[in-house]
Structures are given as C-alpha cells and as structure tokens.
C-alpha cells in the first residue's frame, strides 16, 4: 500500500464516497434546485454581486496563474465566485478564491452545484480566521489574530526554544502569526500548493469526513499549520528572511503528504 492510501484509507470506513461528504444530511435534488436559483439570481444581475465583480476579475488571473485547468475553466470559476457572493452573508474576501479554484477542481468543473456546496462547506469551516475583515467586534477587542492562530505558534515557539535553547523574538512571532493565519490555515495550505492542482485534491480529501463537525475540521486545520512550521522550521536558523522565503515557496506534493500525515502526531500538542 502507498503513503497516499496509507494516509487516506480512514476515508473508506463509513463507505461514505466524496459526494456523501459533502451532500451530508441533505439531497442533491435539494441542493442542486437550491443551487441553480442562486445561479439564475447572478445571470439576473444581482445587486449584491455589483461591488465585489472587480476584486474577483482581479483574483482570477493570479490564482494559480499557471493552471491549464483554470484556464480553460476561467468562466466556471467566475460563476462559483459570483455564485458565493449572492448566497453568502459575508459576501467575497481574498482567500474564498484558492477554495474555490480547489473545489471547482476537485471535481473536475463537471459538476458546479457540488462545487459550489463543496466551497460553501469549506468557508463555513474557515470563516472563523476572517474576522479581521469581516467583524469590527474583532477590532475592538484589540485582535490581530484568532485564538488557533496564537496557539499554534505559541506551541511550536516553545517547542522551537526548548529545542535551540535560544529566544524566537517577538518580530518573528508575529511573522509567524501571519504566515499560520492567511497562509496555513485560512487557505488550509491551498495557497501553497503551486500551480499543481493535483495538490489540492489531497487537501480537500483529508478535510473531507470533518465538513460537517466544525470543531473537528479547525482542530485538524490548526494541526496542519503546526504540523508545517515543524516541517519546515524546526531544524533551521529561525529569521525573517527564512520565515518569508518558505512563505512565498511552495510545497511539492510529497512535502504536502508529509506535513499531512505528520499533523495527526503533532495535533497531540494541541489543547
């Protein structure tokens, strides 16, 4: 058996298949007849959808620049975008595209609706991260970051310490802090994924049976972040420069594998 199906055999206990997860307790009649009157809502010129169509024209052509799929399915990502905003509350924030992009992939843009639930899942799980942007309360409580984010890092700083024997300072936590909340977990590492959509595929699966258990899914997403800074951090000379080099580098996808399977050890470390 391969470290892929090693790593992803739990997915077959319930004989649950990809679309079970994310249908969950409802139908697909139901949601593709809920779906399309939100599509026909965006081909009738939504008014909610005017004020966000310029930040998604400008998202599209740089996520993932290089995919041959998004570029052949550019007009389906703009629907899955434009479909998001006139359903969701919250409207568009920078980072709903990687989950978009991943989700239209993930099934191979033959099937919008289930797309379409599939981001709307995977936000719901996530929007937690995105209150700087999306709720003044996160301001006036004097927030820079969501609780997960500060107890990821603080757990790898006082494992990274305890390990060196030296101080990480304060310029690098908040590096740190910046890189785990947008980067790991408000794009569960989507973002690092290159211009391989393949990678992302690996990602949705591991999130998959937990999109209906909210509290599962963010504890697994804060394993992950802190699974990564030990992959990627633990045995180097911790700095800006090395902290920002892998934060604008991407992961291959047995690196990827690695920080995955590693998560369920280290998420121990979690409270």
Not at 19 to 25: E, K, S, T
Not at 71 to 90: C, N, W
Not at 105 to 132: A, E, Q, R
Not at 226 to 242: D, G, H, P, T, Y
Request: glycine share 4%; with cysteine; aromatic share 12%.
């Amino acid at each position: 058996m391969t470290a892929l199906h090693k790593l992803f055999s739990l997915l077959d206990k319930d004989n649950k298949t990809d679309i079970d997860y994310v249908v969950g307790d409802s139908s697909l009649a139901s949601l593709y007849k809920e779906y399309r009157s939100i599509e026909e809502a965006c081909v009738g010129g939504s008014a909610k959808l005017a004020p966000y169509e310029r930040s998604i024209e400008v998202d599209l052509p740089r996520t993932f620049p290089s995919s041959v799929f998004l570029e052949k399915h550019t007009s389906d990502f703009r629907r899955l975008l434009q479909a998001f905003v006139v359903y969701s509350p919250i409207a568009y924030v920078q980072g709903q595209n990687f989950l978009a992009a991943a989700s239209l992939y993930y099934f191979s843009g033959k099937t919008p609706y289930l797309s379409f639930w599939l981001m709307v899942c995977l936000w719901d799980n996530l929007k937690h991260i995105f209150l700087l942007q999306i709720d003044d309360s996160f301001y006036a409580e004097g927030k820079l970051f969501h609780e997960s984010t500060e107890e990821v890092v603080r757990v790898f700083v006082a494992c990274y310490e305890k390990k060196h024997k030296k101080k990480v300072s304060a310029l690098i936590r908040l590096t740190l802090k910046n890189l785990v909340q947008w980067k790991l977990i408000g794009t569960l590492l989507l973002s690092s994924c290159g211009s391989d959509l393949r990678n992302t595929r690996q990602v949705i699966r591991f999130f998959l049976p937990y999109l209906y258990d909210t509290e599962g899914f963010r504890r697994k997403a804060a394993a992950v972040a802190l699974s990564f800074l030990f992959c990627c951090f633990m045995e180097k000379e911790l700095n800006e420069e090395v902290v920002l080099r892998i934060q604008n580098s991407n992961l291959t996808r047995t690196g990827l594998l690695e920080v995955l399977k590693a998560s369920k050890e280290v998420g121990k470390l979690l409270s």
